[in-house]
C-alpha cells in the first residue's frame, strides 16, 4: 500500500508534471540545518541510512560527510529517479528500495552491513497505526547497539498553521493538495505520541524538540511556506 501511493504520487509529479515533491528542498534548508543536532551523536565509524530519501536530495549531503551512505524508501519510482539525478555525478550513495516497516529486509540489510546510524525525514507520520510495531523492529534491527536515529517529522500543529495562514493564499497550493490526493495526508505528530512510536522500554530519546519543514512553496507574498515539525534523535534501549 506504501509503496503503491507513493509510486503513483513520484510518477505524477516527476515523471508526467516535470516537477518536483514540496518538500523537495536543498540542503541547506533541510539536512544542512538538522545536522548541527545529530553529527556529534553518529558514530562515523558506522554506515548512514537516510530512511525515506525520496529522490535523494539529503542524501548527497550525506555523502559529503559519511564514507558509507544507503538512500532507501518504499517507492521505487523514487529510487529510480534518485539513480537517474545522481549516478551521473558518480556519487558514492547506494539507492535501493525500502519500506520502513519490511521487517525482513531490514534483518538482511542489518546482516550485511551491521548496526548503521540512521536520518529519517517526514517518514514516521505516515505509519498506519497497525504498522507500527514493523516499524519499531525495522529500526531496533538496523540500529542495532552503535547506531543512532535523528528524526525530524510534521507536528499535528499543521493544520492550525495553514488554517491561520488562509489570507496568505485563497487554497493550498496545488502540490499540496497532490500530497492530499495521493492519500497521503500528513496527520501530525505531537511530543506525546512521538513516545507512542519509541516507547521507553525500547529507546532511549536522547533529545526531541519543536522544528519546522521548509518546503519550496511560499505565499503569495513571496513567503516561504514552512510546516510546523518536532525532531527526535535516539538509540535503542
Given at each position: 500500500?506504501?509503496?503503491?501511493?507513493?509510486?503513483?504520487?513520484?510518477?505524477?509529479?516527476?515523471?508526467?508534471?516535470?516537477?518536483k515533491?514540496?518538500?523537495?528542498v536543498p540542503?541547506?534548508?533541510?539536512i544542512?540545518e538538522?545536522?548541527?543536532l545529530?553529527?556529534?551523536?553518529?558514530?562515523k565509524?558506522?554506515?548512514?541510512?537516510d530512511?525515506?530519501?525520496?529522490?535523494?536530495?539529503?542524501?548527497?549531503?550525506?555523502?559529503?560527510?559519511?564514507?558509507?551512505?544507503?538512500?532507501v524508501?518504499v517507492s521505487s519510482?523514487?529510487?529510480g529517479?534518485?539513480?537517474?539525478?545522481?549516478?551521473?555525478n558518480?556519487?558514492?550513495?547506494?539507492?535501493?528500495v525500502?519500506?520502513a516497516?519490511?521487517t525482513?529486509?531490514a534483518?538482511?540489510?542489518?546482516?550485511?552491513?551491521?548496526?548503521?546510524?540512521?536520518?529519517?525525514?517526514?517518514?514516521?507520520h505516515?505509519?498506519?497505526?497497525?504498522d507500527?510495531?514493523?516499524?519499531?523492529?525495522v529500526?531496533k534491527?538496523?540500529?542495532?547497539?552503535?547506531?543512532?536515529?535523528y528524526?525530524?517529522e510534521v507536528?499535528?500543529?499543521?493544520?492550525?498553521y495553514?488554517?491561520?495562514s488562509?489570507e496568505?493564499?485563497?487554497?493550498?497550493p496545488?502540490?499540496?493538495?497532490?500530497?492530499?490526493?495521493s492519500?497521503?495526508?500528513?496527520?501530525?505528530?505531537?511530543p506525546?505520541?512521538?513516545f507512542?512510536?519509541?516507547?521507553?522500554?525500547?529507546?532511549?530519546?536522547?533529545?526531541?524538540g519543536?522544528?519546522?519543514?521548509?518546503?519550496?512553496?511560499k505565499?503569495k507574498?513571496?513567503e516561504p511556506?514552512y510546516?510546523?515539525?518536532?525532531?527526535?534523535l535516539?538509540?535503542?534501549?
Amino acid at each position: 500500500m506504501y509503496g503503491d501511493n507513493w509510486n503513483k504520487y513520484y510518477k505524477r509529479t516527476y515523471t508526467d508534471s516535470n516537477k518536483k515533491a514540496l518538500w523537495d528542498v536543498p540542503a541547506n534548508e533541510a539536512i544542512e540545518e538538522d545536522f548541527e543536532l545529530f553529527k556529534d551523536h553518529f558514530d562515523k565509524s558506522l554506515p548512514v541510512m537516510d530512511l525515506g530519501c525520496g529522490t535523494g536530495t539529503q542524501s548527497l549531503f550525506l555523502a559529503e560527510h559519511y564514507t558509507n551512505v544507503l538512500a532507501v524508501d518504499v517507492s521505487s519510482e523514487a529510487i529510480g529517479i534518485a539513480n537517474e539525478l545522481h549516478n551521473q555525478n558518480k556519487v558514492q550513495i547506494k539507492f535501493e528500495v525500502l519500506g520502513a516497516t519490511d521487517t525482513e529486509k531490514a534483518i538482511a540489510l542489518h546482516n550485511e552491513l551491521g548496526d548503521v546510524n540512521i536520518y529519517m525525514r517526514g517518514v514516521l507520520h505516515q505509519i498506519k497505526e497497525s504498522d507500527i510495531v514493523k516499524f519499531q523492529q525495522v529500526i531496533k534491527t538496523l540500529l542495532g547497539n552503535r547506531g543512532s536515529l535523528y528524526g525530524i517529522e510534521v507536528s499535528n500543529k499543521i493544520r492550525d498553521y495553514f488554517n491561520a495562514s488562509n489570507e496568505g493564499f485563497s487554497k493550498l497550493p496545488k502540490r499540496m493538495q497532490q500530497v492530499f490526493i495521493s492519500n497521503l495526508p500528513p496527520k501530525g505528530l505531537s511530543p506525546e505520541n512521538l513516545f507512542s512510536y519509541f516507547p521507553e522500554h525500547l529507546f532511549k530519546v536522547l533529545k526531541t524538540g519543536p522544528s519546522k519543514l521548509n518546503t519550496n512553496l511560499k505565499f503569495k507574498n513571496d513567503e516561504p511556506i514552512y510546516i510546523p515539525a518536532i525532531y527526535a534523535l535516539l538509540k535503542n534501549r
